[in-house]
């Protein structure tokens, strides 16, 4: 049958016996002779001791002749080296192999001794009560019974897993497995880390982490009695990590214990949307690794203290139960205005959500531990007609973590909202391959991807991205993504055959989208106060570290930007009624 280029049986093997010479005459190894034909005719093939991947006889031999001393365990199909489906060790000649329903069907031979060191014999494949034992090594008995003389042929061994990664073909939109192998050890672990605690998930940190230099951010106050350099947000790291980049940002999972939205104008104006989490197990070390409660020295000054509740701290007594995703999706709103982010998840109480971001703490804020700004955030909605992603990208409107010269202390990278910011969701799927004989009957099902706007703004658009993007296996479209809009890069990525389920592919749908503007204004100026004049210039199209930090807000100007979208997945049935999505 086929050979398709593992086996979970394996039989003791050894290298070919030599021909020897003796008196002078010449004494032949024994070998193992397959027949094209019944009884023994037509073309032949002779084998030594050995495994053969018969690629030159597939599927021809009708007859075989096995000698004294050898056994040959024939199997129906061949794959990487070893074989599988139905398989028989024969210790003896067989006339017929129809018999045995190895007629054409042989692909894979594995030709050795019947004995083994002089300790050892082949006990043959055999049928006990009903249940098929597999032939093996057992020692040498003094007083052995008859001899095995039934050749018994084994129920399907199954195919093995392939030892190399998939081959994928990206052509436009389309992407062909052209070769389907194993999910790599980095796809698999990515996998189960996004289903087991990310919600199926992985957000920016997909390829890598995203790191940050370790300054601080200042705080404007918006009263010219009070100084606008007064350090608020300072970065978190694992206590024991003694990386080289121990501050990057992180990904946090729990459940919304509370959602409010800040207003507060004038000093120290806030408008900022805030979703208190209780961490999932995997993510309590973003609490028990924080900054513990503290009534700072900030928060005692003239400038501040005066804002708190009686002149009191207002920090817990213990330690802190939550961390709280902040974000400011609109910048200086109207009276009455509440966050989209907020809308949506006022009636979320107790259910999860991901959110993706600094891992900070706020010394005006009793140092509470934050995922602020919190660029990225999804949850997900499921009942028994569809599975819905929600998902959505911010660049912090806010403006208090846009210019280095709001920075202090420490290594700058990069202000950590520095538009664009990228949001790159890779969602985990996992499809299983149906039997042929029922897609014969119940057609083919596709899994779709289809996004929803719910709100944009100052999002990025790529060049004819508005494509219907297709995953095909066998010439068949197994994952599709549909974004109706020119918003997406989008990928399919470590695509392999599930450890679990070998009937099953799994990958991630990876789709990025940017929201937020940097716009180079001049590639000229003046640094201030020089005297005489001294004229700074920068290529177009410069990064905005290229220019002195002083100048950076003449070099540039950088606007916010937000996309809050969902991505609908279902299952839909070539020539049939769509089938929703239930479960995964």
Request: aromatic letters at 10%; glycine letters at 6%.
């Amino acid at each position: 049958m086929a050979i398709l280029l593992v086996s979970s049986f394996q039989v003791f093997s050894q290298k070919p016996v030599r021909v020897t010479r003796a008196e002078g005459v010449v004494i032949q190894k024994k070998l193992v002779v397959l027949f094209e034909n019944s009884n023994f005719s037509g073309a032949s093939k002779s084998f030594g001791p050995g495994e053969y991947l018969l690629t030159d006889f597939n599927d021809q031999a009708a007859s075989i002749r096995v000698p004294d001393g050898l056994v040959a365990y024939l199997y129906e199909h061949a794959s990487q080296g070893k074989g599988y489906g139905i398989a028989v060790d024969l210790l003896e000649d067989v006339a017929d192999l129809s018999t045995l329903q190895f007629s054409k069907k042989l692909s894979y031979l594995v030709v050795f001794s019947a004995t083994r060191d002089n300790i050892y014999v082949w006990a043959r494949n055999a049928m006990v009560n009903g249940q098929f034992i597999p032939g093996h090594w057992e020692r040498k008995k003094a007083n052995p019974g008859p001899p095995n003389t039934v050749a018994v042929v084994s129920p399907p061994i199954e195919a093995p897993l392939p030892t190399t990664p998939s081959v994928l073909a990206v052509n436009g939109p389309n992407t062909s497995i052209n070769q389907l192998g194993i999910q790599t050890p980095e796809g698999r672990s990515l996998w189960e880390r996004a289903m087991t605690t990310q919600l199926g998930i992985i957000g920016n940190d997909f390829r890598g982490i995203e790191e940050l230099g370790s300054a601080c951010f200042e705080r404007a106050s918006n009263n010219l009695l009070i100084p606008d350099n007064l350090n608020f947000w300072y970065l978190q790291k694992n206590q024991r990590d003694h990386r080289s980049t121990p501050y990057f940002k992180r990904t946090l999972t729990g459940e919304i214990t509370r959602v409010h939205q800040v207003h507060i104008e004038g000093t120290f104006e806030d408008f900022d949307a805030n979703i208190d989490i209780k961490p999932d197990p995997a993510f309590t070390q973003l609490l028990t690794e924080a900054h513990g409660p503290e009534y700072t020295t900030l928060m005692k000054s003239q400038y501040y203290g005066s804002l708190s509740i009686s002149g009191e701290s207002g920090c817990p007594s213990g330690s802190f139960t939550t961390l709280e995703a902040e974000i400011a999706d609109k910048y200086r709103p109207s009276g009455g205005y509440k966050s989209k982010l907020i809308e949506m998840n006022e009636d979320r109480i107790g259910k999860k959500i991901a959110v993706y971001g600094p891992w900070i703490w706020d010394e005006g804020h009793c140092c509470h531990p934050e995922i602020h700004p919190a660029e990225q955030l999804w949850w997900n909605e499921t009942s028994s007609n569809e599975k819905v992603h929600n998902l959505n990208v911010v660049c912090d409107a806010s403006r208090r973590f846009f210019w280095r010269n709001q920075m202090d202390d420490g290594s700058k990278l990069k202000p950590w909202a520095e538009p664009p910011i990228k949001g790159l969701f890779a969602i985990a799927f996992e499809y299983t391959l149906p039997p042929l004989a029922l897609e014969a009957t119940a057609g083919h099902t596709t899994r779709v991807f289809e996004v929803n706007n719910i709100q944009h703004y100052n999002v990025i658009e790529y060049p004819a991205a508005d494509q219907v993007y297709n995953l095909s296996f066998n010439g068949k479209n197994i994952i599709r993504f549909i974004p109706h809009n020119n918003a997406f890069k989008v990928s399919f990525e470590h695509v392999g055959i599930s450890p679990s389920n070998r009937n099953a592919i799994r990958g991630f749908l990876v789709i990025e989208t940017s929201v937020g503007l940097t716009t180079q204004k001049t590639t000229s100026a003046v640094y201030p106060l020089s005297n005489p004049p001294t004229i700074i210039k920068i290529p177009e199209n410069s990064n905005p570290s290229a220019a002195p930090q002083i100048l950076e807000s003449t070099f540039f100007s950088k606007e916010q930007g937000l996309y809050y979208f969902k991505l609908t997945e279902k299952n839909i049935t070539s020539g049939k009624p769509d089938i929703r999505m239930s479960g995964n």
